[in-house]
Each structure stands twice: as structure tokens, then as C-alpha cells.
């Protein structure tokens, strides 16, 4: 079954940075769009960045030009590189997959499956 499974949450303060990875297994990872999205208390869902089948990006207004999406299909990994991180980026972080062969991969899709969260805490 798909498994994912995140990790690199932590504490920092802004302007710190902090790389989030998820291991997945259990489908054919290179034909699904991967993607990553947060939620804080209190708050919705919110997409942060996807990186698609083709290796093409595309991220939240909020964190365009700070965060940086990345996928190893050998690996089966995705990356998140946040830079410049800032109060109102604290959240839970959670990996998440749709397909295999989305047709429509964006910060708005409805993913099917979501990993388990890694905390990020962002101090002013």
C-alpha cells in the first residue's frame, strides 16, 4: 500500500532554513504527482509546492522564491528546501500522492494520499 513517510521538521528561527524529505513506497512513484502541503492550527489546508511526473514545479505565492520542490525517482524521494522561513510558515508539514498519471498536478490538487506530518516551528 503507499506509504509516506516525512521527515527534517524542527525549530528554527527566521530566516533559518530546514529540509523536509519523504520516503514513499508501495506504488510506482515516477508516475505520480508529489506535492506537499501544510496546515496550521486553526487554519485550512494549504498547498505549499508540487513537483510533477515531468519534474516540472509549482508553488504557493506564499512561499514562491523561499522554498524549493525536488523528486529522486531513483530514490523515490521528495525534497523540500525552505529558506528564509518566517513565523507564518509554521505548520505541519505532510507529504502527499496522486495517480498514477495525474492529469492536473498543482498546489490545488486533492490529494489522495498524505503522509503522517513533520512539525515546523518558526520563532520571531
Known amino acids: 500500500q503507499v506509504q509516506l513517510v516525512e521527515s527534517g521538521g524542527g525549530s528554527v528561527q527566521a530566516g533559518g532554513s530546514l529540509r523536509l524529505s519523504c520516503q514513499a513506497s508501495g506504488f510506482f512513484y515516477s508516475t505520480y504527482c508529489m506535492g506537499w502541503f501544510r496546515q496550521a492550527p486553526g487554519k485550512g489546508r494549504e498547498g505549499v509546492a508540487i513537483a510533477d511526473i515531468d519534474g516540472s514545479t509549482n508553488y504557493a505565492p506564499s512561499v514562491e522564491g523561499r522554498f524549493t520542490v525536488s523528486r529522486d525517482n531513483a530514490k523515490n524521494l521528495l525534497y523540500l528546501q525552505m529558506n528564509n522561513l518566517q513565523p507564518e510558515d509554521t505548520a505541519m508539514y505532510y507529504c502527499?500522492?496522486?495517480?498514477?498519471?495525474?492529469?492536473?498536478?498543482?498546489?490545488?490538487?486533492?490529494?489522495?494520499?498524505r503522509g503522517q506530518g513533520t512539525q515546523v516551528n518558526v520563532s520571531s
Open positions: 502527499a500522492a496522486e495517480g498514477p498519471d495525474e492529469l492536473s498536478c498543482s498546489v490545488w490538487t486533492a490529494f489522495t494520499y
